[in-house]
């Protein structure tokens, strides 16, 4: 009988992904970078209390861009195991979530409304809403558009 532990300790682990020490660790990690871009972009862009909140709406369309990019082109180099699933948890839970800020949206256009700007705060939501949707898209067709050129496939 061997008792010795594997070299890696997810290997044969039957638990699911949630519930793993490493996954967790991957989050994390992806997390910190994330959250760190985020303050960047916000310290970078000047923001006007009562006025349209720039960057948090340019950090959540830029983010929604890079998630969709990163996931299909994920999804065409093979099954969600192994190394893209570790990209995967890293980059686009970790950093994307971290990066993008839907919570600070909402507390955004919040204070908008109670600052009296109750078009600013609905077009802020709007905008951020439909843009975030096609700037997922345009990661989506663009990393396709780049499969496709560097692998000369058509699908």
Request: aromatic share 8%; glycine share 12%; charged share 15%.
């Amino acid at each position: 009988m061997n008792t010795a532990a594997p070299l890696d300790p997810d290997v044969g682990d039957v638990r699911p992904l949630h519930l793993r020490p490493s996954s967790w660790a991957a989050v994390a990690l992806g997390g910190l970078v994330g959250t760190y871009l985020r303050y960047v972009v916000e310290e970078a862009i000047p923001h006007d209390p009562d006025g349209w909140p720039w960057g948090t709406f340019v950090i959540n369309i830029v983010g929604a861009v890079v998630l969709g990019a990163l996931l299909e082109t994920l999804s065409r180099l093979g099954p969600d195991v192994g190394w893209r699933q570790r990209v995967r948890l890293v980059a686009g839970t970790g950093a994307c979530g971290a990066f993008t800020t839907y919570s600070t949206l909402a507390l955004e256009a919040s204070l908008l409304t109670r600052g009296g700007h109750v078009a600013t705060a609905v077009a802020y939501l709007a905008a951020s809403l439909v843009l975030g949707v096609v700037a997922a898209w345009v990661g989506i067709v663009t990393a396709e558009a780049i499969h496709r050129r560097t692998t000369g496939t058509s699908g």
